[in-house]
C-alpha cells in the first residue's frame, strides 16, 4: 500500500558502522594516502576491450558548450550541455535538440536529471519538481509534479519510478531520507538516513549525494557517509567502504552550516572529504576524489591514480588528448568521456571504451 511523506511512516534504517571492516563482504578502498600515490599514464587500450570514437557533428545549431553529462541508450547518444539535451547517433551524427524550456506544465527551467529509456528520456527539473518524458525525437509524452518533496539528487529506477534525495528539514521536523517514488505523486518507501544535528534552513550543497547504476544495481553515497551502499529491495545494504583517514568528513558540518546563513564562508567544508563514486563495472570502481579521478582494481585491490594516452586519432587533438577525463562508467560498464576536436571551433569528440571485466 503507497503513503504520502509523514512524519509518522519513516521506515528507519539503521546505518551500519564502518567499524566492520572485518565483514567479507565489504569492499574497502583505502584512500588514506591517496595523495601520496604517483599519478600513472597508460594507454585506454589496457584496461578496454574497445574503444569506439564519435566525432559529434558541428553547425550552426549544433554548438555544444561544456558537458554535464553524457548517456547511450539503444544507438543513440544523449549529449546534456547548457540546460539542452542534443541528440546523436553513434557515429556522431546530430539527430534532434530536446529542449522545452519555460514554466508550462510540459516545460523544465533547470535541468538536473538526464536518464534515457528505450526510445525515449526522462528529464527531473528540480526548479518546478517536476520529471518530464519526451521521445528522442522531442515529442512530449508525459509529466508529474512532485511538489512539496524537496529532492537534492535523483535517480531513475524503471518504468515511471525514482529514487531521490531529500535533504535536512526539506519537510517539516525531517531530517535526510531517501524516498521511492513515481508518477501518481505517491511514495512507495521511505529509507530514514542515520540523523544529524538538527538544522534551520535548507541547504543545498552541490553533488551532496550521488547515485550510479552498475548493471540493474543501483548505489548510493552520501558526501558526509564514507560508505557506499547498495539498494535493494527498496533497502541500504553497506557494499563498499571508502577509507578517507583524517580526511573523514565531520557528519555535524552541514548542520553547523544549517544553523549560519548557507551563502556565507563554506571553508568549514575545506580539508573534508569531497569523494563521489562515479560508475563501476564488475573490474574497476571509478571515484572522483577532490576532482580527481582514481580507479579501484577490485581484482587486484589496488588503488590508482590514472591518465590516459588515447589511441592516435585525426580528430583528436593532441593537446587535448592528454587531459582527458571520462565523466562515468555507464550501467552497461562503458566508460564514457570527451576529449577536444582537432579543430578548436568544433564539437567535442566521445570516446566510450568498454571496460575489461
Same mark, same amino acid.
Given at each position: 500500500?503507497? @503513503? #504520502?511523506? &509523514?512524519? /509518522?511512516?519513516f521506515?528507519?534504517?539503521?546505518i551500519?558502522?564502518?567499524? =566492520? ?8 578502498i ?5 595523495n601520496?600515490?604517483?599519478?600513472e599514464?597508460?594507454?585506454l ?5 574497445s574503444?569506439?570514437i ?5 553547425n550552426?545549431?549544433?554548438l555544444?558548450s561544456?558537458?554535464s553529462?553524457i ?7 544523449y549529449a ?5 539535451i ?5 557515429e556522431?551524427m546530430?539527430l534532434?535538440k530536446?529542449s522545452?524550456?519555460?514554466r508550462?506544465?510540459?516545460?523544465y ?10 526510445d ?6 528540480n526548479?518546478v519538481?517536476?520529471a518530464l ?5 522531442? @515529442? #512530449?509524452? &508525459?509529466? /508529474?509534479?512532485?511538489?512539496?518533496h524537496?529532492?537534492s539528487?535523483y535517480? =531513475?529506477?524503471?518504468?515511471?519510478s525514482?529514487?531521490g ?6 519537510l517539516?521536523?525531517t ?5 521511492f ?12 538516513l542515520k ?13 551532496e549525494?550521488?547515485f550510479i ?8 553515497k552520501?558526501i558526509?557517509?564514507d ?5 535493494r ?8 567502504v571508502?577509507l ?5 568528513a565531520?557528519e555535524?558540518?552541514r548542520?553547523v552550516a ?5 551563502r556565507a564562508?563554506f ?15 564488475n573490474r574497476f570502481?571509478?571515484?572522483d576524489?577532490?576532482?580527481s ?6 581484482r587486484l ?6 591518465t ?5 586519432d585525426?580528430r583528436?587533438d593532441?593537446e ?5 577525463t571520462p565523466?562515468c562508467?555507464d550501467?552497461n560498464?562503458?566508460l ?9 571551433e568544433?564539437?567535442?569528440?566521445i ?7
Amino acid at each position: 500500500m503507497r @503513503r #504520502y511523506i &509523514t512524519p /509518522f511512516l519513516f521506515l528507519s534504517l539503521v546505518i551500519v558502522s564502518c567499524n =566492520h571492516l572485518s565483514n567479507s563482504n565489504y569492499i574497502v578502498i583505502d584512500l588514506v594516502n591517496h595523495n601520496l600515490l604517483p599519478i600513472e599514464e597508460i594507454l585506454l587500450s589496457d584496461i578496454a576491450e574497445s574503444i569506439q570514437i564519435i566525432s559529434l557533428e558541428t553547425n550552426d545549431s549544433v554548438l555544444l558548450s561544456t558537458l554535464s553529462d553524457i548517456k547511450i541508450e539503444k544507438n543513440r547518444l544523449y549529449a546534456w550541455s547548457s540546460q539542452e539535451i542534443y541528440v546523436f547517433d553513434l557515429e556522431g551524427m546530430f539527430l534532434n535538440k530536446i529542449s522545452s524550456r519555460g514554466r508550462g506544465p510540459r516545460e523544465y527551467l533547470n535541468l538536473r536529471g538526464l536518464f534515457p529509456e528505450n526510445d525515449d528520456v526522462w528529464i527531473v527539473d528540480n526548479s518546478v519538481k517536476r520529471a518530464l518524458k519526451f521521445s528522442s525525437s522531442n @515529442r #512530449y509524452l &508525459t509529466s /508529474f509534479d512532485f511538489f512539496p518533496h524537496i529532492f537534492s539528487a535523483y535517480y =531513475h529506477i524503471e518504468s515511471d519510478s525514482f529514487i531521490g534525495f531529500i535533504p535536512d528539514n526539506a519537510l517539516p521536523n525531517t531530517n535526510m531520507m531517501l524516498a521511492f517514488f513515481d508518477s501518481t505523486g505517491l511514495v512507495d518507501s521511505i529509507l530514514h538516513l542515520k540523523p544529524i544535528l538538527e538544522g534551520e534552513i535548507v541547504m543545498t550543497i552541490p553533488q551532496e549525494a550521488s547515485f550510479i547504476n552498475h548493471g540493474s544495481q543501483i548505489k548510493f553515497k552520501h558526501i558526509f557517509n564514507d560508505t557506499i551502499y547498495a539498494i535493494r529491495n527498496n533497502k541500504l545494504s553497506p557494499d563498499m567502504v571508502v577509507l578517507l583517514g583524517a580526511r573523514k568528513a565531520n557528519e555535524n558540518a552541514r548542520a553547523v552550516a544549517l544553523k549560519t546563513d548557507p551563502r556565507a564562508d563554506f571553508n568549514i567544508f575545506e580539508g573534508m572529504d569531497k569523494t563521489r563514486i562515479v560508475g563501476e563495472n564488475n573490474r574497476f570502481v571509478y571515484l572522483d576524489v577532490e576532482n580527481s579521478p582514481v580507479f579501484y582494481d577490485k581484482r587486484l585491490r589496488k588503488v590508482h591514480k590514472w591518465t590516459f594516452i588515447l589511441p592516435e586519432d585525426e580528430r583528436i587533438d593532441l593537446e587535448a588528448a592528454k587531459k582527458f577525463t571520462p565523466l562515468c562508467i555507464d550501467k552497461n560498464g562503458y566508460l564514457i568521456g570527451q576529449t577536444g576536436n582537432v579543430k578548436e571551433e568544433d564539437n567535442p569528440v566521445i570516446i566510450v571504451a568498454k571496460l575489461m571485466e
